[in-house]
């Protein structure tokens, strides 16, 4: 084994349950604590000998705990010198958007750092279906929606059906339900239409063709929307993409 491969074993084994994290310019550990949801305590235990207030950009610790929660469709890498995310996207092979919606906690996806972790997620080319629950603002709905996610290549096709919503005047002045797969920075949203107008409960569906990877977004969600005002209301139905399961 090369001495460089041991020496990355080593980094990686420091911080087992955990990510290496690179500290970014104008950065405190309060403010890494806060990116990553954890405690300073937590920080300092993991890393003995840390001087808060002595912290140098590129200096790498160990963030504990996060391994599963920020990767958990994926394997942990480390950076290599030299590497970027569009180059580190082209070795492994997936799309570069992928990437960086998968590293959403990176500050900056254009900066960093040799001997941090990024995660790289996982390329399912198989369709799953996500369930879609109430809001947190309708938490008392009697309805419910389901999407199935198709990756392809490039893409996918994301199909959105809901059994049981109201008319969407119900939440305000709107005229129909919109779908939308939500990233970290974009969305695509889907119109959606009622099938069997007389039927009841009422069902609505659409689908779309995406031009980004449908497993790299956070969030499907259905909300009511006025079509004239392009106003649009609280989100009815949503559920977390990372719990969309294989048949």
């Known amino acids: 084994m090369k001495r460089n491969d041991k020496r990355r074993m080593r980094q990686e084994n420091a911080c087992p349950g955990g990510i290496l994290f690179a500290v970014r310019p104008g950065q405190t550990l309060t403010a890494i604590a806060g990116l990553f949801s954890v405690t300073l305590e937590e920080i300092r235990e993991a890393n003995p000998g840390l001087d808060p207030a002595r912290l140098s950009i590129g200096q790498i610790i160990c963030i504990p705990g996060v391994a599963d929660r920020v990767c958990r469709r994926g394997r942990l890498r480390m950076v290599r010198h030299g590497e970027t995310l569009f180059l580190i996207a082209r070795e ?42 109430p809001g947190a603002q309708v938490s008392n709905g009697n309805f419910r929606g389901v999407a199935l996610i198709e990756p392809t290549v490039n893409g996918g096709r994301v199909t959105i ?85 294989n048949g």
């Open 92 to 133: 492994e092979g997936i799309p570069l958007s992928t990437l960086i919606e998968a590293n959403s906690f990176l500050p900056d996806p254009t900066l960093v750092f040799p001997g941090e972790q990024i995660c790289i997620p996982l390329v399912v080319t198989t369709a799953c279906c996500l369930v879609l629950k």
């Open 161 to 245: 059906s809901a059994v049981g919503l109201p008319s969407p005047t119900a939440f305000g002045n709107f005229d129909t339900y919109l779908g939308s797969l939500v990233f970290r920075e974009i969305e695509r949203l889907i119109q959606l239409r009622r099938v069997a107008v007389n039927q009841q409960p009422a069902v609505w569906t659409g689908a779309r063709t995406v031009d980004v990877p449908p497993l790299g977004a956070n969030l499907v969600v259905v909300f009511p929307f006025n079509s004239q005002t392009e106003e649009r209301g609280p989100d009815v139905l949503r559920g977390l993409v990372i719990n969309c399961q």
